[in-house]
């Protein structure tokens, strides 16, 4: 797939069905399926409900997950044989491409990243970047949105192992620690995230949606330690949110000006100083 050619038609009235084929052979939920094509789970929503038309890159990147033809989802052509995936891609073109996307920003700056930087590290060419992610907003949206459901995948199966609320709030902790390459990495793009936000509506709705669903995450966390009684009664779950929030974005922005030792000892002491504030603030005496 290197061109757009495959989609020059409007979506049809039957697009939507097809879609709805698709995922269903996919064998997942609906937010699911919208996770693996980097979609905003209500624009899909909307689009299958039919008060919103898919765009060509969306058909791209379905057809991609899908591994049918795209014309086929247009109604254009016959539908063929299933074809493979790209050869030696995990996850397919498109996760490719976020994945090398994320990896390039958090090394040099949104900016400094050009789309020829991203082909090449895919080892692909610029038409084909553009197939699935027509612009550079589209790209950084799309890098956000896959940040941001990593973060929640891994919250979620940290929350899950959890004993208490106690050690739900030290999971969360730990995962908001910038220690391994992984974390500075997903850190580096929120930085950049910050400014892009201020100027970008796309992008500032997912940055409020994203800390408004952290900041219920441990405001619910809150509330379950009180009622299992491992965390003071009065405490106020959203305001404890909010101050461990703040603590976090803070600390973590120290760390990420270090490298080296250096580094790994500030993220020892961002660890500790907010494990000495939920001590002192929340935890049940």
Known sequence: METNDALDGAPTADTAARVREVIAAAGVSQREFARRVVMDPSKLSRSLSGTRRFTAAELARIADEGRVDAGWLLGTRPREKATAPAAG?????????????????????????????????????SAAIHYHFPGRAELLEAAVRWCMDEDTAHRAALLAEADDAAAELRQLIALQTPRTAQQRRQWAVWLDLWAEAARSTAVGRLHSEYYRQWRETVADVVRRGIAQGVFRAGADPEAAAL???????????HVLSVEGPSADRAADAMHAALTTHVTHTILAP
Request: charged share 20%.
């Open 243 to 253: 101050t461990l929030t703040a603590l976090i974005d803070g600390l973590a922005t």
């Open 89 to 125: 891609v995990e996850g397919g073109r498109p996760l490719q491409i976020v994945r090398e996307t994320v990896r390039l920003i958090a090394e040099h700056g949104f900016h400094a990243v050009r789309v020829a930087d991203i082909a090449r590290a895919c080892a692909t060419s």
